[in-house]
């Protein structure tokens, strides 16, 4: 019989879940809760719940490791690059989608072709080029080539989904004098929403968490440490912290860097868990 | 709770596992020599150890990696017809034949799109094996990303770099090819 098989598996694929939540909640809450630990409680009970709440750990994470700067700085080149990528990903996907003209299939194409690129094949010639222009260790510079690599996706997915929007209501506005432009952003972009949102919440977290991008662009003096982004930020405070043996602001400074994205993650989880899946799919 | 490692940057999920493999102040060993099973005054030191070191980045990779994919394939899940499930428990299937001869088969494209990304995940790593190891010890844990960038902006060897990087990039592209070919398979329509 079947079912009685099927029961007897049934506890092992629950205690599994239940196993594989753990792991992965494990490490983070663990984090959050050592970095109130004093530095005597790190070294002698890692497993245990700290003895007393130690908050300078979290001063020296703010004020020495300037963790709240890199996270100022992310959050601005990100802001920066995510509205670049999204008004002119939008603009490029609704003409591609909704106009018909000469090489339009070689636009796309050359646009689409992006994303078969790799960021390591672009790694030499992009710090060159950024070198060249002025653009190593700028806020400006960074946004720019995030946006970059942000587009070629963003017009793949937006165009697909402009695609998708029903033809009547564009003829029906354009009937009533609607212009292109206002056809555009009174008529279209509001009816391709589910689409901007999803794929803005890929771009925020695909830039969000560049890594080899800031390492290579953001190299400098003092002066481009200042600003570094959170990627470069929590490293360099591994490293120090590893140095003089300052776990505490280790930990804290993690703590620090991901409650942002985790206040984030709890209000809207269902949305960017729908909006990835989607990414994904399309 | 599977899918927070994905809105992690990466680095911080790095930095974060580099703490719980510290020999003395780990969370692995603090567990493992609570239950007895390491001692406290010899603790492995995972990420140092070239035994081990490998294993414990791909343990991070997968951890970070296994929410993305249950979201992925939850939402296929959803958009699979109900009355085909109940079909089939009324035509008596257990849970395995379900989930082997229909559950696989519906969602194929999209096992399909997640094999082929897997493969070119597997060829990258370079955020994590940078932050955790620097590709080391003794390059145990070194990726292709690490080589180039090493090559390009530890010894300014910036020709060598790109040919390297063009190399990459032909491997993924057939690894990638490959993986889309050889999960070839007929389309359930539904």
Redesign the interface.
Known sequence: MPDSKDRLIRPFVHAGLIFWALVTGGPVVWAILSSLKTEDDLLSRPWGLPSKLEFSNWVRAWQQAHIGRYLLNSALVVTASVTLTMALGAMAAYALARYEFRGRRIVYLGFVSGMMFPVFLALVPLFAISKNLGLIGTYHGLALVYAAFGLPFTIFFLTAFFRSLPQAIAEAAVIDGCSHFSLFTRIMLPMAKPGLVSVGIFNVLGQWNQYVLPLVLMQGDESVQRRWVLAQGVRNLAVTSGYRGDHGALLAGLTLSMLPVLLVYLVFHRKLQEGLAAGGLK | ????????????I???????Y?P????L???LS?VGLVSKDAPPAWLSDPRTAFWCVLAVLV?AN???YV??F???LQAVPREIYEAAMVD??????TFWRMTVPLLWD?LQ??WV?LAIAAL?G??LV??MTGGGPNHETEV??QT??TA??GDFK?GY??AM??V??LI??TVAALAFKLSRRDRVEF
Not at chain 2, 1 to 12: D, H, M, R
Not at chain 2, 14 to 20: D, E, H, M, N
Not at chain 2, 24 to 27: A, C, D, I, V, Y
Request: proline content about 1%; charged content about 5%; overall charge neutral.
């Open positions: 709770v599977y899918f927070f490692p994905q809105v992690l940057a990466i680095t911080i790095a930095v974060l596992w580099q703490y719980v510290n003395r102040q780990g969370l060993n603090g567990f609570s951890w296994v929410g993305f979201v992925l939850s939402a296929a008596g299937a257990g849970q395995n034949a999209t799109v997640a990304y990258d370079f955020a940078n932050v292709a990303g180039i960038y390009a902006f910036f770099a790109s990087a063009v990459l990039f993924t592209m």
